[in-house]
């Protein structure tokens, strides 16, 4: 069976960042109480001319240069994303966007555990052999749909886009397994938690013709129970992260980083405590971008990557968790 090595990352650079002092001009918060409870200090906002799939596009190229393919080179586009431009789909937008012409598009949902759960899709269609060099993109613009009046929520939100390139390993000897970077991974949803963190749509009766009616509304800003989600997130979390090293025949030894989603800095350090992995080997870029969903684990690996923090070889426990409710461990290997 082929394998699959992460070959580049990239991602979006946003210039405009909205502070917790910012944000005390909106609702009755202080940066204080922000930075404590959470660990953020800015998020960054998408500007008025970009879109989810620019974002989303700029990422994708970043990673591809550093990865050294050309967009022709792409055959398969996996966007994570929650917030697209179009219910239809944004992957074909951005696929146009890179001019990755030969390339199959689409989007995938799964909330804030988008990234986790497209990067174990993209590396099923390479295990198969099906493709060759595949763009897995995780990319969220939150600000559309968060309720700006609600501090519970406003406060933890930004944009982002982040991006890695998966690519086929063959063993061109045909003697011995090749390398692989997914070494074992674990995906979970559970429906039953559903009402903890919604971006819902609301229906409208309007009647149409005679006593026919159709249910026409819109998507409500999201809504979230806090303090379940955060006690989903402590106790799954560790519990798929253990499920995720056991199938790769690993332990929390063998694990240099820790990559969470960038929810909340008092999640990473429950998390890394359970899983008595020290604070030093945990990956945390939330202070400056607070939670990008789909976008933040890809968009803290490019910083780490980028800064050299991470290096070819390092063995990474990454995990996504977030609304339907889903959460999902992958163990992969950088380089
Ligand atoms: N500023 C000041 N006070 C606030 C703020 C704020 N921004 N937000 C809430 N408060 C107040 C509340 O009104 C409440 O006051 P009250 O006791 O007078 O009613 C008090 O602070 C405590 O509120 P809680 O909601 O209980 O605060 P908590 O300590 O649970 O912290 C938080 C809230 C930070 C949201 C925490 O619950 C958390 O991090 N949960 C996990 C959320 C998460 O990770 N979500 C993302 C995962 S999924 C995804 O990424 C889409």
Avoid at 304 to 325: H, K, W, Y
């Amino acid at each position: 069976m082929p394998g699959v090595a992460l070959v580049g990352s990239g991602s979006a650079d946003l210039p405009a960042t909205l502070t917790n002092d910012d944000l005390s001009q909106l609702v009755d918060t202080s940066d204080d109480w922000i930075a404590s409870r959470t660990g953020i200090r800015q998020r960054h906002l998408a500007g008025a001319d970009d879109s989810l799939a620019s974002l989303a596009a700029a990422a994708g190229k970043n990673a591809l240069a550093m990865a050294g393919l050309a967009p022709e080179e792409v055959q398969l586009i996996v966007l994570a994303t929650s917030t697209p431009d179009d219910l239809f789909g944004s992957a074909c937008q951005v696929q146009t966007l890179l001019g990755a012409s030969r390339a199959v598009a689409f989007d995938l949902t799964a909330a804030c555990s988008g990234f986790v759960f497209a990067l174990v899709t993209a590396a099923q269609y390479i295990y198969t052999g099906v493709f060759q060099n595949v763009l897995v993109i995780g990319a969220d613009v939150l600000s559309r749909w968060t309720d700006w009046d609600d501090r519970r929520t406003c406060v933890l939100f930004g944009d982002g886009a982040g991006a890695v390139v998966m690519q086929r390993q063959d063993d061109s000897q045909g003697t011995e397994e090749p390398g692989n970077g997914l070494l074992g991974f674990e995906l979970c949803s559970d429906g039953t938690l559903n009402n903890c963190l919604n971006l819902s749509y609301q229906v409208a009766s309007k009647p149409l013709v005679g006593d026919l009616t159709v249910q026409q509304g819109q998507f409500v800003p999201i809504t979230m129970n806090g303090r379940e989600v955060y006690k989903f997130a402590v106790s799954r979390v560790p519990e798929v992260i253990e499920k995720a090293l056991f199938r790769a025949n690993l332990t929390t030894a063998d694990v240099d980083w820790l990559l969470l989603h960038q929810a909340n800095q008092r999640i990473l350090d429950a998390v890394a405590d359970r899983l008595k992995i020290p604070r030093d080997r945990v990956l945390s870029n939330m202070i400056h971008h607070g939670n990008t969903s789909a976008a933040s684990i890809p968009l803290a690996l490019d910083e780490a990557v980028r800064s050299g923090q991470v290096q070819p070889g390092d063995v990474i426990a990454t995990a996504g968790f977030g609304a339907g409710l889903t959460w999902g461990a992958a163990i992969v290997r950088w380089g």
